[in-house]
């Protein structure tokens, strides 16, 4: 298979938290690396300086009187240093960007689950972002008890809001999935060979 169509493409990886998004990444970066392409992969807020502190505001639980709207210009200011900083030189040297999260994020976690509004986040984006949508969004799909079970840590303010609010962000990403192109939805509460499967199927087949 010629993969030479992976140079410069920027793809994305999202779902719920609990999703097995962090393990993916991992799994998706070696298998276009063995593809011989050159690939860098940044989380989504955090991986700059500036960024990192803002990941840092965002996820304390410290920091429960954070309002929707606090939460939505935060992650809108970190990826935008993400982008200026990271992503574009990468993109430029003609790297395979792979992202943990993007704008896809916000929509179902603010927008929707929040109750912000995906349209309103779509507005701000398509005039603070260079670029909205990646080549390719694979969202991995689960269940709120399954995510659940597998965040068998500390929980981070965002994963403490409760399940309510977690379905709710479920659904927001399935939502966004049937309304955007380039989005494949990914069953994630399958063996872990068998969702990076899926996802190398979900990447190739829009080339």
């Not at 003609?94 to 704008?103: A, K, N």
Request: hydrophobic residues 40%.
């Amino acid at each position: 298979m010629d993969t030479k169509w992976l140079q410069g493409r920027l793809i994305v990886l999202d779902g719920p938290d609990g999703c097995g998004k962090s393990t993916q990444v991992k799994m998706l970066c070696a298998w276009i690396a063995r593809q011989g392409v050159e690939v860098r992969t940044f989380r989504d807020p955090g991986d700059t300086r500036i960024g990192e502190q803002v990941r840092e505001i965002l996820l304390s639980p410290a920091h429960e009187a954070m309002g929707t709207m606090t939460e939505f210009l935060l992650y809108m200011a970190s990826r935008a240093q993400l982008w200026s900083e990271k992503i574009a030189p990468a993109l430029a040297q003609g790297c395979c960007v792979v992202l943990d999260r993007w704008l896809s994020s916000t929509c179902a976690y603010q927008g929707h689950a929040g109750g912000f509004g995906v349209d309103r986040v779509l507005r701000v984006a398509q005039d603070t972002l260079e670029r909205v949508w990646p080549d390719v969004t694979i969202i991995l799909d689960v269940d709120t008890d399954t995510a659940a079970q597998r965040m068998d840590r500390e929980l981070d303010r965002m994963e403490l809001k409760g399940q309510a609010y977690h379905q709710k962000v479920r659904q927001g990403f399935l939502n966004l999935a049937q309304t955007q192109d380039r989005f494949v939805v990914v069953d994630a509460t399958q063996p872990i060979d068998g969702v990076h499967k899926a996802v190398i199927q979900g990447v190739t087949g829009f080339y």
